[in-house]
């Protein structure tokens, strides 16, 4: 009885037993040791018991004669029932089985419980069945669950894969036919690397806490970038303890790029393709925030920009702006931001600034490629540049006072005449 522990009694499981003559008390005796025994003495009583307590049923017990009587339509019925495809049916007979008397298994049984009624052997006999029929459904719900485009997938308390309904392309091995991700870690099969350590690195942060999370990965391959959006949950035991994650991951590509589409017109000048005065601030700002380096803010205006519109109409002036931005776009690293504030006065913020000749001549170079460009197909509108300069963190630690000095810069090279520049020689 000792080796029968793991059998003992669990009041959540019942077995329903349907015979109209009296069963082996032998049996009996070793069933009620781990179940609740309930019995029924017709089908019409087995279905209704079964509609309302199913999910405790383990297992369901059928004297053999019954199974036959009518030529396995019940038994038959029952496995093919969606609601009771998780409980394994039983054959009862106190007679021994030939092998030609077998024929029932093939008709929704999943064994035979007869003479000699040994514990052990009755238990896993049982048990057997209802791991199968785990196993069985667990399969059909995967099929089912394939169907979905999202990726399930189940992990245990490692974060090691259970199951994936989807072996997507950003897995090693995904083409090959008997490849399995069982028993394997996001380290093991993921091919973005980083992206397989942020997995299993939350993973594991998961699975301490208990707190579940949702993030977003960009995946590139071959070319082409996917955004799929991860939403994880612990799972637990019996005890409430956490044993494993559940995880969802959806294809949000579509939303994630027309998201980043949104978010760039939102910050950018539709004119001339610059970051908009809101945008401009931020990204200045936040470069500020971290105070890691020296910079220098930028403050450029068109000299009698009025002049231009006035001389040459509205859509001249439009196109002189637009030149401007494709100007600054190209005359700056990928780091710098350049912005329009509104109107004519544009501003660039430079990074990294090493010294003084180097605002200088990025100045020097704006003043010269604007006076030999040809705006609008019209040789005779003549474009000039006023520059002021204030550096960071010298003329001030925000964009607010780093304008106002850079501002106070540009009225003294505007008071200068057209085209040169000037860099504060003002303290903050």
């Known amino acids: 009885m000792v080796l029968m522990i793991n059998y003992r009694r669990n009041k959540d499981n019942s077995l329903l037993i349907y015979s109209n003559r009296e069963v082996n008390k032998e049996l009996l005796d070793i069933l009620d040791y781990a179940f609740t025994l309930v019995f029924k003495n017709s089908k019409d009583e087995c279905l209704e018991y079964l509609l309302d307590n199913y999910r405790s049923v383990a297992a369901i017990l059928i004297d053999i004669d019954i199974i036959r009587f009518d030529n396995y339509a019940f038994t038959e019925q029952l496995s093919k029932d969606p609601l009771y495809l998780s409980i394994p049916i039983l054959a009862l007979t106190d007679k021994k089985i030939e092998e030609e ?10 064994e035979v419980l007869n003479p000699p009624y040994l514990p052990l052997l009755v238990f896993r006999r049982i048990f057997s069945s209802v791991r199968a029929k785990d196993s069985l459904s667990f399969h059909e719900i995967k099929k089912i669950l394939k169907q979905l485009p ?18 997507w392309h950003h897995i090693d091995h995904s083409d090959d036919q008997s490849f399995t991700i069982r028993g394997k870690t996001d380290l093991d099969v993921r091919k973005n690397k980083e992206n397989a350590m942020k997995a299993y690195l939350s993973d594991q942060q998961l699975l301490k806490s208990g707190k579940g999370t949702r993030y977003i990965i960009k995946e590139e391959e071959d070319g082409i970038v996917e955004y799929l959006e991860l939403i994880k949950e612990p799972t637990y035991d019996a005890q409430g303890k956490v044993n494993g994650i ?58 009698k920009f009025k002049s231009i ?120």
């Open 101 to 110: 008397d077998l024929d029932f298994l093939i008709h929704g049984v999943s």
């Open 150 to 167: 999202s990726n399930i997938c189940l992990k245990d308390d490692q974060g090691r894969y259970i199951f994936a309904t989807h072996y």
């Open 246 to 303: 559940i995880s969802l991951i959806n294809d949000i590509t579509d939303v994630e790029l027309l998201r980043q589409e949104l978010e760039k017109l939102s910050a950018t000048d539709q004119l001339t393709g610059l970051y908009n005065r809101s945008a401009t601030v931020d990204k200045i700002n936040e470069i500020i925030a971290k105070g890691k380096e020296n910079c220098a803010l930028m403050m450029i205006d068109i000299d």
């Open 309 to 428: 519109n006035d001389s040459f109409g509205h859509i001249a002036g439009d196109e002189v702006l637009k030149a401007m931005g494709s100007i600054l776009h190209d005359s700056t690293k990928g780091m710098d931001v350049a912005g329009r504030l509104g109107g004519d006065e544009f501003v660039i913020f430079l990074r990294e600034v090493s010294d003084e000749k180097m605002i200088e001549h990025l100045a020097n170079n704006l003043i010269s490629k604007v006076e030999n460009t040809i705006f609008y197909n019209n040789p005779d509108i003549v474009v000039s540049l006023s520059i002021g300069i204030a550096k960071y963190p010298e003329h001030g630690n925000n964009f607010e006072e780093l304008y106002h000095k850079a501002d106070e810069a540009l009225y003294y090279a505007k008071g200068n005449g057209k085209g040169s520049y000037r860099i504060c020689d003002f303290k903050s």
